[in-house]
């Protein structure tokens, strides 16, 4: 194994060390800083999560916590933390980085740190698709997942033929998105003044986004669809790095241009839909994630890790605030999100604006 | 060239156009096109605004697939090659591309490395060889640090031909790489060129606007008006005053030019005579 300081004399303005193993055979350049900020935001976000399921009624020590989690608490301690508590923390943690993930991939498509799925039109279809599952049709939880699945995926198709003019141009998706969300907001709105009082309250709080009582049995299958999207992502990162220079300069340097970018909406809208099938739109960590992670690593471009583990820690400490703030409220942390959120995206309105 | 000759059908040039139909949509910009690109050669491509010379340029880099007729590479037919494996034999520098938000000098060069890259192998020797051997043929090594938002327009260029060189391909097609430089930085990019043509034996095409750059570095000139080849060959050939009417509807007399001897279009214009 070998690892230099910079690479022969190489600036890359930046800390990067050249990693090479078993000869050549595996090499790497190591951007420091990133993993650094990656690493410190896993284990900040690993912290709220302990605290959040240390907090509550009924305090467990953080100590046990730990043990519970490594399966050596028994009763009471055990049922609390594993059973009651760590789906929904475990969730926090993994919806918030596939959030980010998904909105790396589409602020870099278009280019614009406005283009994250939340505001072009997805988690208004998915909550459209859930709204009809469950005024129209009373189904349950898995009934209205898969609602909000296709729901969202209709959206997502939508939106892209309708900002379809020889190719998908960034500012032309995200402005078509915000209409077609604009639209389907209003539909919602209508299904919802429709509905018997007691089944739009039930709509109501899908809508807003919520972690709250999701157990073992949530938490089994989105692991499963995420374990699948999100490496997937990221074997995609360095395509996606690569179309950020433009069409051209990306297909002459070998990248399938339509091809990956398709690939890049398919995986991103899979892995919004699955955090809206699994608690509800939840909006503006997709928004923020990725563009906060960046001003920490201060790396080029939109990257997805950082972006994940960004998104991991802002979903799992609001959903701490979501518990705590008005205990014993629980608060939906989709309220959270947008309302934290909001701030964010006036600073980023105001600041993108006095760009143009 | 006619390459239904026989004695050159043997000697098949590395990369041609057959027959080509070209364009955008319903647009055609060429029709049944058939262009050579002699291998190592400098050739530049020359012609009016819109006269379909970036857009060869597109077609012969697979950026356009030709509507009929084909692009060979290598004997085989450009589109059926993987991406990749074009992108290893034949580099681009396109009109217009965009760096990232943030980007560094280096890390963008590094880029050029790409169809060279594989999952487990991001960054060998080789890599890291090619960016500092191109970074040195551009002269921003000393840049290198430096965001790409920062630089110049003429540094910017730099640094994009530096990022295709560091692809190490052995055809190299840019598309008017002269545009947003000065002068001084113009003929270093020319005299880049030409260099790595002779020494690397790399075959290069150009678009040009300046038809006397064209004259004096190119070893090869293809002069299209309308989506046509009007004329093709050595500049000391085919450059001639009817030629350069034909072409741009330039009246001009040529001359030698007194230091490379190689043609010199002086445009007639209208100049007030001094006396």
Request: aromatic fraction near 6%.
């Amino acid at each position: 194994m070998s690892v230099q300081d910079q690479p022969q004399g190489i600036n890359f303005g930046r800390p990067i060390r050249a990693v090479r193993l078993f000869g050549e055979a595996v090499s790497h350049r190591v951007d420091l800083k990133t993993v650094t900020v990656c690493a410190i935001l896993a284990v900040i976000a690993v912290v709220v999560a302990l605290i959040t399921i240390s907090s509550g009624e009924y305090q467990v020590p953080l100590p046990d916590v730990v043990r519970a989690l490594f399966g050596q608490a028994e009763g009471r301690i055990h049922m609390v933390v594993v059973e009651w508590r760590l789906p929904r923390t475990a969730l926090a943690l993994i919806l918030g980085a596939a959030l980010g993930i998904g909105g790396a991939i589409f602020q870099s498509l278009t280019r614009n740190p406005l283009g994250s799925p939340d505001i072009i039109g997805f988690d208004a279809g998915a909550y459209s698709g859930a709204l009809v599952v469950i005024i129209l049709l009373q189904g349950g939880y898995y009934a209205i997942a898969g609602g909000a699945l296709v729901g969202g995926l209709i959206t997502a198709l939508m939106v892209y033929f309708l900002a379809y003019n020889r190719g998908v141009q960034g500012f032309r998706l995200i402005i078509v998105g915000i209409g077609v969300s604009a639209m389907l907001n209003s539909v919602n709105t209508w299904m919802l003044l429709r509905a018997k009082l007691e089944v739009a309250m039930a709509a109501a709080i899908w809508g807003a986004g919520s972690l709250n009582g999701l157990g073992l049995d949530r938490l089994g299958p989105a692991t499963l669809v995420l374990a699948v999207l999100i490496p997937m992502a990221l074997l995609m990162a360095r395509p996606m790095a690569q179309l950020e220079l433009g069409d051209d300069a990306a297909r002459a340097l070998g990248i399938n241009a339509e091809r990956s970018r398709l690939a890049l909406l398919v995986i991103g809208v899979a892995l919004t839909a699955t955090v809206t099938a699994t608690a509800g739109p939840i909006g503006f960590v997709a928004l923020a994630a990725p563009q906060l992670a960046r001003r920490l690593t201060g790396s080029p471009g939109v990257a997805m890790l950082p972006a994940a583990a960004m998104g991991a820690l802002l979903l799992a400490a609001a959903d701490y605030i979501a518990q705590r703030a008005f205990a014993p409220t629980q608060l939906p942390v989709g309220i959270v999100t947008v309302s934290l959120g909001g701030v964010y995206f006036v600073w980023l309105l105001l600041r993108e604006a006095r760009r143009q | 060239m006619n390459r239904h000759d026989p004695a050159l059908a043997a000697a098949e040039p590395r990369l041609f156009a057959e027959g080509a139909t070209i364009g955008y949509d319903n647009r055609v910009i060429s029709s049944d096109l058939s262009v050579s690109i002699p291998d190592r050669s400098f050739t530049v491509i020359v012609g009016a605004n819109a006269c379909g010379k970036s857009t060869l340029l597109r077609a012969l880099s697979r950026l356009l697939k030709p509507k009929t007729g084909r692009v060979v590479l290598d004997g085989q037919e450009i589109s059926n090659f993987p991406a990749k494996e074009v992108a290893r034999r034949l580099g681009l520098l396109p009109q217009t591309s965009i760096a990232p938000d943030g980007i560094t000098v280096a890390d963008l060069i590094a880029r050029g490395r790409y169809p060279h890259q594989k999952l487990l192998k991001q960054w060998s020797k080789e890599d890291e060889a090619a960016v500092i051997t191109a970074m040195e043929a551009t002269k921003v090594t000393e840049l290198s640090h430096r965001l790409v938002d920062e630089l110049s327009g003429g540094q910017r260029q730099r640094v994009w031909v530096a990022m295709v060189l560091a692809q190490e391909t052995p055809l190299l097609l840019l598309d008017e790489p002269t545009t947003f430089l000065d002068i001084t930085h113009q003929i270093e990019l020319l005299e880049l060129m030409g260099d790595l043509n002779r020494r690397n034996g790399q075959t290069i095409v150009a678009v040009l606007h300046d038809l006397n750059h064209a004259c004096r570095y190119a070893t090869h000139i293809i002069a299209m008006r309308d989506g046509q080849v009007i004329a093709e060959g050595a500049p000391r050939d085919i450059v001639t005053a009817e030629l350069v009417e034909k072409v741009f509807g330039l009246p001009c007399i040529i001359i030698d030019d007194p230091i490379a001897g190689t043609p010199l279009v002086i445009p007639r214009g209208s100049v007030p005579r001094a006396d």
